[in-house]
């Protein structure tokens, strides 16, 4: 009897720890795995932090600038205005449409008084240096070179056209619009380049994250 009475015991522990073994198994599994994510994290290096960008100047200088560079733009206009769209009645049969770049430059050269030449080529040039000086104040996307000379090639065109279309005694010259320009670049090579620098930014490297230690 205690034979028989044995054997079902025997037999229901063997079946409990077959049954135990797999949980064991799995669980240490589990363990294994999570060791080795964290070796695996601990090996891969941190993401470096990318650098803050920030104004050199303080804003209120900036606005200050800004808004000093815009007056001076606005009595420019003014200034530009009244030189290019005055109109003259006694130039209407002596000014002609011009579409060939160059032409108009080779008769203000071939003209006999030095005072005539320098007063066209010179005038045109000084027309455009303010737009190199102001324009990298006035607008902080717009202080390279590129587009200086565009804009500034942009608002002369229409100029330009503004002039042989509605006021008498003057006419479209492109030779106007290549000077104007030139203007430009020599205002923004002089000092729009330097006054440009009041929105100039500087990088500042960002903080490393802190690392979280891993249980």
Do not use: C
């Not at 063997?14 to 073994?21: F, M, N, P, S, Y």
């Not at 669980?27 to 290096?45: E, G, H, L, M, N």
């Not at 006999?112 to 455009?128: H, S």
């Amino acid at each position: 009897m205690a034979r028989a009475a044995a054997r079902p015991l025997s037999a229901l522990r063997l079946r409990t720890a077959k049954a135990e073994k797999p949980v064991e198994s799995a669980q240490s599994t589990k363990k294994t795995k999570s060791v080795r994510s964290a070796q695996k994290a601990k090996a891969r290096p941190a993401p470096r932090p990318e650098p803050r960008e920030r104004h050199v100047l303080p804003w209120p200088i900036r606005v200050l600038a800004m808004l000093v560079a815009f007056g001076a733009m606005v009595a420019f206009a003014v200034v530009l205005a009244k030189l290019t769209l005055e109109p003259s009645p006694a130039s209407a049969s002596l000014v002609h449409t011009n579409l060939h770049p160059g032409r108009s430059i080779r008769a203000y050269m071939e003209q006999p008084a030095l005072r005539d030449t320098v007063k066209q080529i010179g005038g045109n040039i000084l027309l455009g240096v303010p737009f190199g000086v102001l324009v990298p104040v006035v607008a902080p996307r717009a202080r390279g070179l590129l587009r200086v000379l565009l804009l500034t090639a942009v608002v002369m065109l229409l100029v330009e056209f503004a002039q042989g279309a509605l006021v008498n005694g003057r006419a479209f010259d492109i030779d106007d619009v290549i000077l104007n320009t030139t203007g430009a670049l020599i205002g923004w090579l002089l000092l729009g380049r330097r006054m440009g620098k009041v929105h100039a930014k500087e990088r500042v490297p960002a903080r490393p994250a802190k690392r979280t230690k891993s249980a």
